[in-house]
């Protein structure tokens, strides 16, 4: 007796319907709908080699969106991570580079330096705020 695993327990489909998953048989039945419906409403109007053709096209997006997935989303994820990219969030994108190191080297080299001074020496003509309140 042989039992399959799969590599990535995500991957795990549960066969419901004809060898289909629950999504892919729904999306399948939705699809024969409504091919049946727009055989039976355009029948009439426009013959039967072109309507089966309208047919074909109605019902192929339905099929798709119930088995394929990329990137691991299902359709309706992927369209919904689509819309957002693409309408919600803002289209345009700036890069900045800012070269942090570059700047704080050039603000030291332009920083005007106050000399030092020994403890009580000071320049001549200076005075401090205390000399300047005694008068």
């Known amino acids: ?67 394929v997935k990329y990137n691991g989303l299902t359709a309706e994820r992927f369209l919904m991570a689509w819309f957002r990219s693409t309408f919600l969030i803002p289209k345009v994108l700036t890069f900045g580079n800012t070269n942090v190191y570059y700047r704080l080297l050039h603000e030291e080299k332009h920083k005007k330096r106050t000399p030092f001074h020994r403890r009580g020496s000071r320049k001549k003509g200076v005075k401090k705020k205390h000399d300047q309140n005694a008068k």
Request: hydrophobic share 55%; proline share 3%.
């Open 1 to 67: 007796m042989e039992v399959k695993i799969n590599k990535e327990i995500r991957d795990y489909t549960e066969s419901m319907f004809f060898g289909l998953s629950l999504r892919q048989f729904v999306f399948s039945a939705l699809a024969c709908l409504i091919a049946v419906g727009v055989y039976f409403g355009l029948r009439p109007l426009l013959g039967l080699e072109i309507t089966s053709w309208v047919c074909i096209l109605a019902a192929f997006p339905f099929a798709v969106i119930g088995f």
